[in-house]
């Protein structure tokens, strides 16, 4: 097969995932609002809490904002991970998925046009987030900017990669949501996303040491820095290796010989 042909097969893959994403208007204004509500809400609730006057300097009220962005900035990704993982639901149920999967392209690429595909996604409301937080006055060097772009196709990858597993032991649409619930506010709480492990050693070493081996812990740490110009080599590695160790499950797991696609009997074969 040619390597055109390959090429045509990404960007059907890719154009009819953003063709849903702009259809679905709704998807896009969710996935906007919520970190904006912890944005303006929550810092907001932090600098009352300190007893910051409106007439005082807004030091640690600022620092706090420019780090919870980051943290915002993975929360986007890992909703948007597994909002692509329900839509891989949907297609399986429908029979689209299928269709993908019996096509005379490899199973392996297939699916990671489809990780590729909801990471540009998230991507694309990740800048949008990060503009209006940028008019809002929490502002990254501009050179942060273009060097987080690496750190967000890696997360993307990462948060889809493990949707994408998840999906593979769903068998309805509507049991999915339970599991997105048990899966995305642990992640998402349980890691740096919104305070210093510093800070959440000293209120609980339990809760440190859960955040401390939760792999999104990593991947928010990698953005933060990336933001700022700064370079975390554990990060980047742990959030490397997690990514790609769980597309290989998820790729194992959708091989209809082997995984819960054979175990299902859907495996489209």
């Known amino acids: 097969m040619q390597l055109t042909s390959y090429g045509h097969c990404l960007r059907g893959v890719v154009s009819r995932e953003l063709l849903r994403f702009v259809h679905q208007r709704s998807r896009f204004v969710a996935a906007l609002v919520r970190p904006l509500v912890w944005l303006f809400v929550f810092a907001a609730g932090f600098r009352m809490a300190l007893g910051v006057a409106m007439t005082e300097p807004y030091q640690t009220y600022v620092l706090y904002e420019v780090y919870i962005v980051p943290g915002l900035v993975g929360m986007i990704q890992l909703f948007n991970g597994m909002q692509s993982s329900l839509s891989m639901v949907y297609d399986r149920e429908m029979g689209s998925m299928r269709v993908l999967l019996v096509s005379p392209f490899p199973r392996w690429y297939l699916l990671v046009c489809k990780l590729l595909a909801g990471t540009l996604v998230s991507i694309v409301q990740v800048y949008v987030f990060l503009a209006i937080a940028y008019l809002y006055g929490v502002q990254a060097p501009l050179a942060g900017y273009v060097l987080v772009l690496p750190a967000l196709v890696v997360t993307g990858f990462l948060v889809g990669a493990l ?7 769903v068998r309805q649409l509507e ?6 619930n048990f899966v995305i506010f642990p992640m998402f709480f349980l890691s740096s996303a919104l305070y210093p492990l ?3 050693r000293e209120g609980s070493y339990l809760v440190y040491q859960i955040a401390a081996l939760n792999p999104f812990t990593y ?3 990698m953005i933060r820095f990336a933001m700022y110009e700064r370079f975390h080599a554990v990060a980047i590695s742990i959030s490397l290796v997690t990514a790609v160790v769980l597309l290989g499950l998820a790729i194992l797991a959708y091989n ?3 995984g819960m696609m054979a175990r299902k009997g859907e495996g489209g074969e």
């Open 219 to 221: 991947a928010v740490e």
């Open 256 to 258: 209809p010989a082997r």
């Open 163 to 169: 949707g994408m597993l998840l999906s593979t032991f």
């Open 175 to 180: 049991n999915f949501a339970g599991i997105m």
């Open 198 to 200: 510093w800070r959440i």
